[in-house]
């Protein structure tokens, strides 16, 4: 049974990994980790506010956009950078309990 974090580069979030069953892992684990995931999730909401922000750069510049093929680029900007946030609110609610 292996737990580790594992940077992703998408989210600039470190995520866990885990190798086995979460039941197998000692109560005094569970709490290392658990305070360890807390942690990272409490930066969860700060980075998705930082997307937000760039998508209405995206967007902003989209409005003034005149060139089609421009457009589209910033378009499927928004849209991956939408994705990723829906992406991070899954993760924030992601919260093991002890078992």
Partial sequence: MTIE?????RLDLFLPSIDG???EISKEQQEQ???KWETIRGIIPDRIKEIEQTIELVHQQLT???????SCELNLKMAELASTIN???IWFR???TMT
């Fill in 5 to 9: 974090f594992i940077y992703d580069q």
């Fill in 33 to 35: 980790i658990l305070a």
């Fill in 64 to 70: 003034e956009e005149e060139d089609f093929d421009r």
């Fill in 21 to 23: 069953s979460w039941h």
């Fill in 87 to 89: 992406e991070l609110w």
């Fill in 94 to 96: 992601v919260t093991p």
